[in-house]
C-alpha cells in the first residue's frame, strides 16, 4: 500500500529528535569553544609570570650582555622544567620557544616601539616569550574551522623591566671615553688656561 504523499510531508514524529541532536551538536561545539578559550587565557597568565621570571633575572649587572642573556636562559628552563609547567606545557595543547627573545642585544626591542635614537631613555628591554596555542586550532561540527588565519593562535607575550648596564659597557662605552674627556680638559687642577675647577660626575658606572 501506497503512503499518501500529504500525509509524508505533515508527520511530524522524529523532528523532536533532530532538534536535540541539532542542539546538543551545537551546545557541544560552543562548549569546546569556551573550553579552549578558556585554558588559553589561563595560561597566557602562567607565560607573562615565566616572561617576568626571566626578564628580572637578565636585568642584574654582569660582566657582559651574554652573561645576562644566560642568567635569563637558565631561569627559563628551569621554571619549564618544574613537574607542574612540564605537565600543562607537555601535553601538545601549547609551545613555547626554546629560548626567549630578548632583541637587539644592545637596542632591545626600542626599535619596534620608535623609541627617539637621541633619548637615552631606553625602557623596552626585557624578555619576550611568542606562544602557540595549538588548542585553539579546532574544526568544529557546523560552523566549520576556527583557524582562517595563519596568525591564529600566537601570541607574544612579553615583560620589560629594563637592564642593569654592563662591566663591558662601563669600562668600553663609559670610563674610556671620560678618561679621554678628562685628559683633554682645561681645568685650574691640570694648570691649563681655565682658572675654574671642572665638575666631573659619572652616570652610575
Not at 560552523?143 to 637592564?163: D, H, I
Not at 671615553?177 to 659619572?202: C, E, F, K, M
Request: hydrophobic share 40%.
Amino acid at each position: 500500500m501506497i503512503a499518501n504523499p500529504v500525509r509524508v510531508v505533515k508527520n511530524q514524529r522524529g523532528i523532536l529528535t533532530l532538534d536535540f541532536i541539532f542542539a546538543m551538536m551545537l551546545g557541544m561545539s560552543f562548549t569546546m569553544v569556551f573550553f579552549a578559550l578558556t585554558l588559553t587565557l589561563s595560561l597566557v597568565e602562567v607565560t607573562q609570570y615565566i616572561s617576568f621570571s626571566v626578564a628580572r633575572a637578565a636585568l642584574g649587572a654582569q660582566e657582559t650582555r651574554s652573561l645576562q642573556v644566560q642568567l635569563g636562559n637558565r631561569k627559563y628552563n628551569e621554571l619549564r622544567e618544574r613537574p607542574i609547567f612540564r605537565a600543562i606545557f607537555g601535553r601538545g595543547w601549547f609551545r613555547l620557544p626554546v629560548q626567549p627573545d630578548y632583541g637587539d642585544p644592545v637596542a632591545g626591542f626600542n626599535t619596534e616601539y620608535n623609541v627617539d635614537p637621541n633619548d637615552d631613555n631606553s625602557t623596552f628591554y626585557g624578555a619576550r616569550i611568542r606562544i602557540e596555542a595549538r588548542i585553539l586550532d579546532i574544526t568544529i561540527p557546523l560552523l566549520g574551522s576556527s583557524k582562517t588565519n595563519p596568525e591564529t593562535g600566537f601570541a607574544n607575550v612579553q615583560t620589560f623591566l629594563g637592564r642593569e648596564v654592563t662591566t663591558e659597557e662601563c669600562r668600553e662605552s663609559f670610563n674610556r671615553a671620560r678618561w679621554t674627556a678628562i685628559q683633554n680638559l682645561h681645568s685650574s687642577y691640570a694648570g691649563a688656561r681655565n682658572p675654574l675647577p671642572v665638575l666631573i660626575t659619572d652616570n652610575g658606572c
